[in-house]
């Protein structure tokens, strides 16, 4: 098998597949975390060191296969610039004869961005033939998208496909793989796995993977209220996944199975609207009134939180616990944060990825003080 330490990349086109999704922080400005793209730099780096030239892929966000002005690479341009530090050419329609042609020019050391691939379903849905189409515009391909291992995606399964020899990961890649395969082998026991965000989808598996050999498992966020859904609870107008309230329950059945203490919030911060605006209310989780919205765990529930991180030897974060976006609702995630910086200092093995949950963690200045940050979510 190829590896980037050992594949001569001299005068090759590489498409290299990047996981430039970087979360937009704040409600009030349009600025965004740039950890990701900084990740990706080494690999950059070495491909153009050997006098390869770039054809960088990515997704940013999920535009659902339509054009979107604010989702546009465009955007993203002058910031990839700077961080690599060379100018990048922006290619709009990856799949035109314009970009064809650019891409054949390509002179070592050249680098191009191409659009937003999930303005194309056909992105999502792994389509073979964009698949065929974007493979024809490299000589070999680098996937460093960790955070993009479990999707089915044309740029990240079905290209591979097209490169039967010439084809390798990057180095974010490479070691996620070793980290995160040395913290489920050997992990210290209390541990604790701490989920949030606002997907039950794309948490599932990493919550089933690991109920086997987690002590406890503790849910904030969005998906909460799937899981209080589950359980009967009233849940106002929170975020619900009709569709995964099996799974939820299916979950709670199985954490019990493997002896699991399944911590769900007790309280939480309630609004009568999506806004730093809105009215806010403190109520019991079970208890949310009809046209409330839940947005962030509440005081009893961090509480309860940081008292079972401080008592853990491992400790893996994924998704913040509010919509922490929005001051009023970043609390949860706040003190969580800072929790578990503390308990890092004294000892814990912390393990946090998710691109959202890692800008808070810039944005609450303390990232620098967990033992391992992963780019996947
Ligand atoms: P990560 O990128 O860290 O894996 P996700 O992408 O799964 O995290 O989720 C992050 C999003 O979850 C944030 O945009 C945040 O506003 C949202 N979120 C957190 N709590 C809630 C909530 N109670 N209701 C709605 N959205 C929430
Ligand atoms: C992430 O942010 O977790 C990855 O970039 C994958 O994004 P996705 O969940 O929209 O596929
Ligand atoms: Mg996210």
Redesign the pocket.
């Known amino acids: 098998m190829n590896s980037l330490d050992t594949y001569s990349f001299e005068n090759k086109k590489v498409l290299l597949r990047v996981d430039f999704n970087i979360?937009i922080i704040s409600d009030e400005s349009d600025s965004v975390d740039d950890t990701r793209i900084r990740l990706s730099l080494p690999t950059i780096q070495k491909i153009l060191s050997e006098n390869g030239s770039i054809i960088l892929m990515t997704h940013w966000g999920r535009p659902k296969g339509k054009h979107s002005e604010s989702r546009s690479l465009k955007n993203l341009l002058p910031l990839i610039e700077k961080l690599i530090g060379r100018t990048v050419t922006f290619c709009e329609d990856p799949l035109s004869d314009e970009t064809f042609k650019l891409v054949q020019s390509l002179k070592p050391g050249q680098i191009v961005l191409l659009e937003n691939l999930r303005f194309y379903k056909e992105e999502f849905e792994g389509d073979e033939k964009f698949a065929e189409k974007l493979a024809k515009l490299g000589d070999c391909y680098v996937n460093n998208s960790f955070g993009t291992a479990h999707r089915n995606h044309a740029s990240t399964a079905t290209i591979a496909k097209f490169f039967p020899y010439d084809k390798m990961f990057g180095y974010v890649f490479e070691s996620e793989i070793k980290k995160l395969d040395k913290l489920t082998k050997s992990s210290e026991s209390p541990f604790t796995l701490l989920i949030?965000?606002?997907?039950v989808t794309?948490?599932i598996g990493i919550v089933e993977a690991l109920l086997p050999k987690i002590d406890n498992l503790l849910i904030?966020?969005?998906?909460?209220?799937t899981f209080a859904k589950a359980k009967g609870y009233n849940v106002g107008k929170?975020?619900v996944e009709e569709e995964y309230i099996n799974v939820a329950k299916r979950i709670l059945e199985t954490a019990e199975k493997f002896d699991v203490n399944i911590q769900l919030p007790v309280d939480?911060i309630i609004a009568d609207k999506n806004g730093n605006d809105a009215n806010i209310e403190h109520c019991e989780f079970s208890e949310i009134p009809d046209d409330w919205?839940?947005?962030?765990?509440g005081i009893k529930t961090v509480d309860l939180f940081a008292e079972i991180i401080e008592g853990s030897k491992t400790l893996l974060w994924?998704?913040?616990?509010?919509?922490?976006?929005?001051t009023h609702?970043s609390y949860g995630?706040l003190k969580l944060a800072l929790t578990v910086a503390r308990a890092t200092d004294k000892g814990l093995y912390s393990v946090v990825?998710?691109?959202?949950?890692?800008?808070?963690l810039n944005k609450y200045s303390v990232s620098h003080k967990i033992s391992y940050i992963s780019s996947?979510?």
């Not at 949030?196 to 997907?199: E, P, V």
């Not at 904030?220 to 209220?225: D, E, F, M, N, V």
């Not at 919205?293 to 765990?297: E, N, S, V």
């Not at 994924?318 to 929005?326: I, K, N, S, T, W």
């Open positions: 979360p949030g965000g606002d997907k794309t948490k904030g966020g969005g998906i909460a209220y929170s975020l939480c919205t839940a947005l962030d765990i994924d998704g913040p616990l509010g919509v922490y976006e929005m609702f995630t990825g998710g691109g959202d949950t890692i800008a808070a996947a979510g």
